[in-house]
């Protein structure tokens, strides 16, 4: 059985960073398509940053040019670094492989820009 574990979320004022990580249990991170994820109160969960096997990187144009995905297949763990945070990246972040059918989710972790 697959474990996803996130951390790495906080408290930050806009214009801020932070970086995620994506502890993964039961599965090889370095074989699969990985995604991080975000999730506003009455919203849907959204993708917002895609990790293929082959090392190539998606994003929507909302997070285009400020959040980076990235592996480490050592440790076996997902990152993803978010620079030039505003407001409106305020949410739960969540990371699964990008394929169906996905892992359960993990609980996330919680991101909060405000000033």
């Known amino acids: 059985q697959v474990h996803l574990v996130e951390s790495g979320g906080g408290l930050v004022q806009p214009g801020g960073s932070l970086r995620l990580s994506c502890t993964v249990s039961?599965?090889?991170?370095?074989?699969?398509?990985m995604g991080w994820y975000r999730q506003a109160p009455g919203n849907q969960r959204n993708l917002v940053a895609r990790?293929?096997?082959?090392?190539?990187?998606v994003y929507p144009d909302s997070v285009k040019g400020r959040f980076t995905i990235s592996r480490d297949n050592a440790k076996n763990v997902v990152y993803l670094q978010m620079n030039g945070l505003k407001p409106e990246d305020t949410a739960v972040y969540y990371c699964?492989?990008?394929?169906?059918?996905?892992w359960g989710w993990g609980q996330g972790t919680q991101v909060t820009v405000s000033s």
């Open positions: 990790l293929t096997r082959s090392g190539y990187t």
């Open positions: 039961g599965a090889s991170v370095s074989i699969h398509d």
């Open positions: 699964n492989k990008d394929s169906s059918p996905r």
